[in-house]
Nanobody
Framework: QVQLVESGGGLVQAGGSLRLSCVAA????????MGWFRQTPGKEREFVST????????WYADSVKGRFTISRDNAKNTVYLQMTSLKPADPAVYYC????????????????????WGQGTRVTVSS
């Protein structure tokens, strides 16, 4: 059974930074494309960023491009989301997700592409 556990959320001032982590278990982490999504009350979960299993390709939502950086450490079974220049529009529960299959090579940004999810970590930004 796949388990994804996020951490690193919290309260930060606008313009500040946070680094989210997601530790994975129950899958061969190095073969899975990983993603970060976020959700605010009353809204659908939205794509934030994806990193290919090899780590060689990354994708970002336009709203976070240039401010957020996704990375992974396959030796630690961990994917990270470094968030900088946080804005009032960024507060949400951030979720880590693993793709449905190993060695996925495309560009994945849809919720349906991901089969395993963490419980989420909350990010709050104060103005």
């Amino acid at each position: 059974q796949v388990q994804l556990v996020e951490s690193g959320g919290g309260l930060v001032q606008a313009g500040g930074s946070l680094r989210l982590s997601c530790v994975a278990a129950g899958l061969t982490f190095s073969t899975y494309t990983m993603g970060w999504f976020r959700q605010t009350p009353g809204k659908e979960r939205e794509f934030v960023s994806t990193i290919r299993w090899s780590g060689g390709s990354t994708w970002y939502a336009d709203s976070v491009k240039g401010r957020f950086t996704i990375s992974r450490d396959n030796a630690k079974n961990t994917v990270y989301l470094q968030m900088t220049s946080l804005k009032p529009a960024d507060p949400a529960v951030y979720y880590c997700a693993a793709h449905r299959g190993a060695y996925a090579t495309g560009y994945y940004y849809s919720i349906g592409d991901f089969g395993s999810w963490g419980q989420g970590t909350r990010v709050t930004v104060s103005s």
